[in-house]
């Protein structure tokens, strides 16, 4: 961030009160998810680090979930309720209580426009520390149908045309209005005042923002911005496209951190995950939220992740299942169909095959043999297994927690275990075994004459 930004003041209005009919959803449209974040969420956030120390967000009339919303995302923000849909400038007017306190900067935002960069308001910011009062974002619009137009002359903004306002020479301009402003706060009330709703909609246009600055003798300007940064979100065939865009970003972040993806675009990321250096993700990797993954470790083909640590050097999959809370120690091992739970698994132990571990933590090298099952479930609670350093559990066994296996202790293969194990001993709790000789020949031919 420039300097002379960055000592500015910044209020940002995030404009949050869309219809969104057109997501055929019970869920407000700015709830929708993108990379595992709401996009109202991923506004706020680009907005706070663009520097605006308050934040206002418009909502719509009895939209609680939103405002609940904005309060987990954004603790500090101030929410406002437009109760009457009549335009933009109106919207931004519904946060004036905001906008009564002195501030250098303003900057309005869109909660469906949820692909913009913090670098971009940031952008939009700087004219207005050169003595611009309103700021335009703009971007040359592949088919500019539908867009706002930003109309220049001489190399200065004089308005900006919505496309039911304008003619057909103005029509030709492929200058669009993205949505977004930047105004001076000086200046922002007695600008949004002046606005009137003489139009096509009967609206109140944030867009006359331009005009009604030039009319009382005021510098004006334009950035730009590229056409898929500022995409709006109105059906899902959109909230795929912009989720499309995000996929592509943190993919090439993480890449350019460092880390190989075997087929990137079968990966899904989330927007908080963490992949170290020399991490090689396999094909068909999905990772929720709250993923870290430390260097040069390994992500097998088909493995999905949510709210789970993978240490340095560790190997994950194909076919794993990570679920919140699961934790692995450098070197750890999770192999095939395998699922772990809330659980911790320390330097270098290993549960390659066929295994539930839940509510537990595993000592450094302990070996969980294939079919392993930690029951932590009595269908009202639920209980932790402790298994020790060292210990080595034989294949399709039961640990009905809690339960605790002592370091360096063997745990026969198919055993049941209900009592706590002492280190170094050896459990067997399962049928002894008995061979009855020539049994099989004799029954055969039994069968045979009958
Ligand atoms: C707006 C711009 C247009 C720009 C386009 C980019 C205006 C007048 N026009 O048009 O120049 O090219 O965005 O997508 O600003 N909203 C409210 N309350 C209202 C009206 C709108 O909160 O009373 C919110 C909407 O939820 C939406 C945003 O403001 O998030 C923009 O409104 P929308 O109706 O989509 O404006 P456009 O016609 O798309
Ligand atoms: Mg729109």
Redesign the pocket.
């Known amino acids: 961030m420039p300097n002379e930004t960055k000592q500015r003041t910044c209020l940002a209005i995030v404009?949050a009160?869309?219809e969104g009919t057109r997501m055929k959803s019970r869920t407000p449209k700015v709830m929708h998810r993108i990379a595992g974040r709401t996009m109202l969420a991923h506004v706020l956030a680009a907005v706070q680090a663009a520097g605006s120390q308050r934040i206002a967000v418009?909502v719509g009339p009895g939209r609680e979930d939103v405002a609940e919303a904005v309060k987990l995302a954004a603790p500090g923000a101030e929410v406002f309720v437009?109760e009457d849909?009549?335009?933009?400038a109106?919207?931004v007017l519904a946060a004036r209580e905001a906008l009564q306190d002195p501030v250098d900067d303003v900057i309005v935002a869109?909660?469906?426009t949820p692909l913009v960069a913090p670098e971009t308001f940031t952008a939009l910011r700087g004219p207005l520390a050169q003595g611009a009062t309103v700021v335009a974002l703009g971007f040359r619009a592949e088919n500019p149908t539908g867009?706002?137009r930003l109309l220049v002359e001489d190399g200065r903004l004089v308005a900006?045309r919505?496309e039911k306002d304008a003619d057909e020479e103005e029509r030709r301009v492929r200058l669009?209005?993205?949505?977004l402003m930047a105004l001076a706060g000086s200046e922002a009330i007695a600008i949004l005042e002046g606005i009137g709703n003489d139009n096509a909609k009967g609206?109140y246009?944030?867009?006359d923002a331009v005009a009604a600055a030039i009319s009382r003798g005021l510098r004006t300007a334009v950035v730009e911005a590229e056409e898929v940064e500022v995409q709006?979100v109105n059906d899902r065939v959109q909230l795929a496209a912009a989720e499309q865009v995000m996929q592509k970003r943190l993919r090439e972040r993480a890449m350019r951190e460092g880390a190989t993806f075997l087929d990137p675009g079968s990966v899904y990321l989330s927007f908080d995950t963490v992949i170290g250096r020399d991490v090689v993700i396999e094909p068909q990797v999905f990772f929720g939220p709250g993923v870290v993954v430390e260097d040069e470790a390994v992500i097998h083909a088909f493995s999905h992740l949510e709210g789970a640590h993978v240490g340095r050097g560790a190997n994950v999959g194909p076919y794993a299942r990570l679920r919140p809370g699961a934790r692995l120690g450098g070197k750890a091992k999770v192999g095939n169909f395998v699922e772990i739970k809330n659980a911790e698994l320390a330097d270098g132990a290993k549960v390659n095959h066929l295994t539930y571990i839940g509510d537990a933590s595993i000592g450094a090298g302990a070996n969980i043999g294939a079919g392993t099952i930690t029951c932590n479930y009595d269908g009202f609670a639920k209980h932790r297994t402790v298994i020790g350093a060292r210990a080595f559990i034989g294949s399709n066994s039961a640990l009905v927690a809690p339960v605790t296996i002592g370091e360096g202790a063997f745990v026969g293969s198919g055993s049941v275990v209900t009592e706590d194990v002492p280190a170094d001993a050896l459990a067997v709790a399962r049928g002894r075994q008995q061979n009855k000789p020539g049994w099989a020949t004799e029954f055969r031919s039994r069968s045979t004459k009958k």
């Open positions: 404009l009160a869309g418009v437009q849909r009549l335009g933009t109106h919207a869109y909660a469906d867009y706002g900006i919505e669009c209005n993205a949505g609206e246009y944030l867009t709006g």
